[in-house]
């Protein structure tokens, strides 16, 4: 199975600065898609952004970028000038369709914006 | 656009009790899904389904079990409930792998077995 490995269980950013949450990965295939999901207090899970790990250039949405390292397996999200609504709890996902298709979740990350 | 409808979103189970949670999709997708999340835990794949009448276990499917017997729906069931199937259950859908790939969630049920 793969793995999907966030170390940071909770961070904290003051509103309008940047934060960057980490995940690293472990898989033996060369085609697959990276994702972060956004879970806030309502519990709707929510697509941030999402990666192919054929394509070189790291994926942006607004103030999401992340930080695709293929080599390193590593997938970090940054936000930049965060908001009062970027608080939640993040999960990396990872999706192989070799594998049944199946999106492998990490333990996730706490993010608490301090205004 | 419905997207993913899970039911119950609340639920409490007594010990050895079993019940249905039911989950739809109008979005016409191949691939579905049940995770549960515990705290700490991230969330854990219990079965998917690749299409109608095919079916697959995940990492956690003891306790449970699930049917797809149309493209839309894909209800888990839970036999004998015990107190560790205490949990947030979350159906979820997708289309084969493309670009714009990604997996579509429900709200999502609270479930607790006392």
């Known amino acids: 199975a793969q793995t999907v490995t966030q170390s940071q269980p909770e961070m904290s950013v003051q509103e309008a600065e940047t934060v960057t949450l980490s995940c690293t990965y472990d898989?033996?295939?060369?085609?697959?898609?990276l994702f972060w999901y956004k879970q806030p207090p309502s519990r709707q899970m929510i697509l941030v952004i999402r990666?192919?790990?054929?394509?070189?250039q790291n994926a942006t949405e607004n103030r999401f970028s992340v930080n695709f390292q293929k080599a390193a397996k590593s997938f970090s999200l940054k936000i930049s000038d965060s908001q009062l609504g970027d608080a939640a709890m993040y999960f990396c996902?990872?999706?192989?369709?070799?594998?049944?298709?199946?999106?492998?979740f990490g333990t996730g990350t706490s993010l608490t914006v301090i205004p | 656009n419905a997207g993913v409808t899970q039911t119950p979103k609340f639920r409490i189970l007594k010990i050895g009790q079993s019940m249905t949670l039911q989950c739809t999709q109008d979005?016409?997708?191949?691939?579905m899904y049940w995770y549960r999340q515990d705290p700490g835990m991230g969330l854990k794949l219990i079965y998917y389904?690749?299409?109608?009448?095919?079916?697959d276990k995940g990492e956690v499917p003891n306790g449970y079990n699930v049917s797809r017997s149309t493209t839309e729906d894909f209800p888990l069931r839970l036999e004998l409930a015990a107190p560790s199937q205490t949990s947030v259950y979350f159906c979820?859908?997708?289309?084969?792998?493309?670009?714009?790939?990604?997996?579509?969630f429900g709200q999502g049920t609270r479930l607790t077995v006392v």
């Open positions: 990666q192919e790990a054929y394509k070189q």
């Open positions: 979005m016409n997708h191949n691939y």
């Open positions: 979820a859908s997708s289309l084969i792998p493309t670009g714009n790939t990604e997996a579509f």
């Open positions: 898989t033996s295939e060369s085609d697959y898609y």
């Open positions: 996902a990872f999706l192989n369709y070799d594998t049944g298709n199946q999106f492998y």
């Open positions: 389904s690749v299409g109608a009448g095919i079916t």
